[in-house]
């Protein structure tokens, strides 16, 4: 319960004016102002926390746009393709054969595949000719980009990875990349 100090009625506490007498509630009973409930240190902490968060988004944040798009998105073709070429090299150590299509790798080529599309590159596989036994002895590995100036690469059997930028598939006669 709180009462007016001037008159002694019950008033609300949050009344800065007393409705009864009208005294200023404001100001304590020997005339100073109430001290301010925000401090100094207070202000400048809140300040210093606030520039604080933002230096810290800004330091977060500025080496994710500092990223060559063009190179990410060449590495993650390549990597993909080294994925797609080590599931194939599994295959054919167990099978004595290549694949005709990439279904039979499962997932690990699944995912190789969606892996450089998001990257906005194309995997195309082409088995190799079959012999008179039917299995198949060799195959080509493709990766076009959508996305004219990206490098197109190549691979093969021999696990060589070779690349273009001219505005073409990739083939065994490109320079391989160190």
């Known amino acids: 319960m709180y009462t007016c100090r001037e008159c002694e009625q019950v008033i609300n506490q949050a009344s800065e004016l007393c409705p009864y007498c009208g005294a200023d509630l404001t100001v304590t009973p020997g005339g100073a102002e109430p001290a301010k409930k925000t401090s100094l240190a207070k202000a400048l902490l809140l300040w210093g926390t606030a520039i604080g968060f933002l230096w810290l988004m800004v330091w977060i944040a500025l080496p994710l746009r500092m990223v ?14 080294t994925n797609v070429h080590t599931a194939l090299a599994s295959y054919a150590q167990a099978t004595e054969t290549f694949p005709g299509t990439l279904e039979p790798l499962g997932n690990p080529a699944r995912a190789a595949a ?10 195309q596989y082409a088995p190799g000719p079959a012999g008179t036994d039917g299995s198949v002895h060799g195959y080509t590995l493709l990766a076009r980009p959508s996305n004219y100036g990206y ?25 391989p990349i160190k």
Request: aromatic letters at 8%.
């Open 114 to 123: 969606q892996f450089a599309l998001s990257a906005g590159y194309q995997m």
């Open 151 to 175: 490098r197109s690469f190549f691979s093969d059997e021999t696990g060589i990875l070779r690349a273009t930028r001219e505005a073409r598939a990739a083939t065994s006669l490109d320079p």
């Open 68 to 81: 060559n798009p063009m190179a990410q998105a060449e590495d993650n073709a390549l990597e993909a393709m």
